[in-house]
């Protein structure tokens, strides 16, 4: 049976970020589409810092409005923009050392063509319809001395304090020839792992003993039983908060494997309301349905998962084992 | 501490003092474009190779360090697993840095420096092939100002390396000469992923701008790999290798964290770390992580490295670039450089952060018999 080389993954974060009193007041005066700067000794320094770069002292609010219109520095062109440019067409990356300012702003500039950018060029703004109090209220710089308006007056500045940023990022992870072995035999319902030649101990899913610190190749592979016994478990009240989809309590066990250490961490414990459950109780491994079963959760970080393969353990019903005999256990 | 040699002077007298530390053995994965095994496996191998170079064992080990980076791996806590390449159970005693391996090894030597254990070994891993780099890259610059930009680093150093060739600093010639040469050095170096790219400065001058005035040559490939050195203090050091690479001096510094609030074509940070780690007097090579082009000009010229020294014999980060590992390679390289090429001062360089925002320099010395 075969399985993708390769999990694709995608991590997001919605960070909300406070702005504090001087990155607060630069967000605040773009909603008025004016720019500030803050002085620090003889400088104005642009976007505005909290502290003076050279000393780290913290410096005075004493904020000086610069621009709109500046000088380019420096420029690239990026003839081909990638979905986290701010630009869908190609534009310059541009150091702008606005006029009132001695230091620069990154920002982009929509050129048109690349022969059209020079160092020393004068920029404007074009400004946002709709200002919210983000750097890129300033949607770009345009060629020339006029900053690009939307119609009508501004508004008084909009207290700002507050920043939100999306943050997504996708990785595609190619697995190693022994998590290749050992998702393909989780999808034909078998759990495997190598013994330790030297500590007896049995590894699932990851190629190596964690405490002798030595490769443990395809010879050393053995099926594994897919019963056990809790170990240890909690109960979580779930707070929501992005990504979590549980709603009521709910239990996480650990299940250490009938006749040997290995441990498998996380796991759902079926059947059984969270205030019964308890440590030195028989469980038995629910498989998924063969056509349900999905290596998209093995991934060559960790410890080995049975996420995908495994839905839960149901009791078995046999006596407990003794609790005392998982004492003294992390996991 | 060691008697410090003028520049020149032959060092048959240096005195090597229980307080000392020394590279004693190095390894490195060669980098490659996508490594199948995981950043444990990887781990494991190097710190098997570089203690079997000094038959240690794990157990002989009294510190551990290790350089990764969660948003290369995609992983919270990768460095979790990762430190079962030490071996963990009995606990041990170890750290991470969120850093290149290079500072790792900083942590190593610090730890040493405490005088209770003699050896300790510093890693550094990274897989770079599972993300986008220019993706994941603009979420470590300044979250308000530059973020939402998604200025990505091809971008940022293309930036850079326009203010430098209009200050009059460098010359897009001298970028593919840069270029054509450390080509070259990787050819014969297997540790190397860029080994058989043009190397004719002209071909390389005739090639369109990826970003402008960057050519695709001037930049780094994208990497896997890892690298681990053993550290020994005091004469332990030359009872497990012939000719130790010892560490004269090591310093680390840094700059503000938004590049376009300093000068992009120099380094201060570099050039003071140089000095607090004892200048750059007789050095004979020097391996400086200069992913881009653009930086290793940047880097020579803050140091003020004279024409004679070698720069970045193995190839370099632009033949090589497995991040958070790029820069321990630098180290580890340079100590090579002691203890197998047998020279005698080499300096190992590693940079962090958004266009040289931090620096660190390593200054080893070998002895003369």
Known sequence: MTVSTQTVSTIQFPYKRTLGPVMGRFFSELTARRIVGIRSGERVIVPPMEYDPETGNELARDFVEVGPAGTVRSWTWVAEPIASHPLDRPFAFVLIRLDGADTDLVHVLDAGAEDAVHTGMRVAPRWRDEPVGRIDDIVCFVPGERAETPEGEPGEAQEVTTMEYFSTITYTDVLSPTLVRYA????????????????????????????????????????????????????????????????????????????????????????????????????????????ERDAAEITSKGWGTVAGFIRGWRPTGEPDEPAEQYMNRVF | MTTRQKAGETRETAVRQDSDIAIVATAQLPAVRRQELTETEMLLMVVDEALGKVDLKRSDI?????????????????????????????????????????????????????????????????????GDPAAIYPLELDPYYLAPLGLDPVSLAALQARQLIESGKSTERELAEIAARSRRDAAGNPNQQVRTAEQDVDKLLAEGYLRNPLRRS????????????????????????????????????????????????DSASTRLAATRAGGVAGVEVAELMAPFTAQEVILRQSLGLADDVLINPSGGALTGNPLMATGLVRIADAAEAILADGRSRTLGHATSGPALQQNLVCVLEGDNR
């Open chain 2, 218 to 265: 001037d930049l780094p490939p994208i990497s896997d790999g890892a690298c681990a050195v053993v550290l020994v203090r005091g004469p332990r050091a030359a009872e497990l290798t012939e000719r130790p690479a010892w560490i004269t001096g090591i310093d680390h510094r840094s700059e503000v964290h938004n590049p376009a609030l300093r000068d992009l074509t």
């Open chain 2, 62 to 130: 009294g510190f551990s360090c290790q350089g990764s980076c969660d948003y290369i791996s995609g992983g919270t806590f990768s460095f979790v697993p990762n430190l079962d390449a030490m071996g963990a159970w009995p606990p041990i005693h170890e750290s991470h840095v969120e850093m290149d391996g290079a500072w790792a090894m900083y942590e190593a030597w610090v730890r040493l420096r405490h005088g209770d254990i003699d050896i300790a070994v510093a890693m550094g891993s990274g897989k770079s092939s599972t």
């Open chain 1, 184 to 291: 393909s035999n989780l999808r034909a319902g078998k759990l495997t792992g190598q013994r330790c030649p030297q500590c007896n101990r049995v590894f699932l899913g990851r190629g190596y003993c964690s405490v002798d610190a030595i490769r443990l190749g395809p010879e050393l592979d053995e099926d594994l039983p897919d019963r056990g016994v809790v170990s240890n478990y909690t109960i979580v009240t779930p707070t929501p908060y992005p990504g979590q989809k549980e709603t009521e309590p709910f239990a996480r066990a650990s299940v250490v494997l009938e006749g040997d250490e290995m441990v498998i961490a996380q796991q759902q414990i079926l059947d059984l309301p969270v205030s019964e459950i308890r440590v030195g109780m028989r469980v038995r491994a629910e498989w998924m349905p063969e056509a």
